[in-house]
């Protein structure tokens, strides 16, 4: 199979899963990441200070339950990522789609900050085509 024939075949299927996401009623989680600190030594001096996290709306993605563990009665959830939605994220932190998740702070889901457990990468030809991310309650 040609390369061209390969990136177009992953290509659709990333296409795909995000409309999958988008027909399972797809809406926007919120993730909580660190800010890097600015360098303005000044502003620290005067108080000023900018925030320390910040609130990266991701859309479309989808969240479900997740199968609990015997030892936890929390909130335990499965959420579903298209790349396409996180790409623009990633290219800004040159971070990897594990490093982000890896370094995030939590998922808010409700009022609560659900501790991201684990990440997982559906891929087709090694091209990601679908992100399922586990997070649950910390306690």
């Given amino acids: 199979m040609s390369d061209i024939t390969m990136n177009s075949r992953t290509a659709a299927l990333a296409r795909a899963a995000e409309a999958m996401l988008r027909a399972l009623g797809g809406g926007d ?11 303005n030594a000044a502003n620290a001096e005067l108080g000023i200070e900018g925030p320390v996290t910040e ?43 594990e490093d982000f998740f890896a370094g995030a702070l939590g998922i808010v889901h409700g009022q609560k900050l659900l501790h991201v457990e684990s990440m997982t990468a559906e891929s087709f030809a090694g091209t990601p085509y679908l992100y399922r991310v586990v997070a649950a309650e910390t306690s």
Avoid: H, K, N
């Fill in 29 to 39: 989680v919120v993730i909580r990441c660190p800010v890097a600190p600015a360098g």
């Fill in 55 to 97: 609130d990266l709306s991701i859309t479309p993605a989808v969240a479900r339950s997740s199968v609990a563990r015997a030892s936890d009665s929390g909130l335990r959830l499965e959420f579903l990522f298209a790349p396409a939605s996180l790409a623009r994220y990633l290219d800004d932190r040159g971070e990897s789609a």
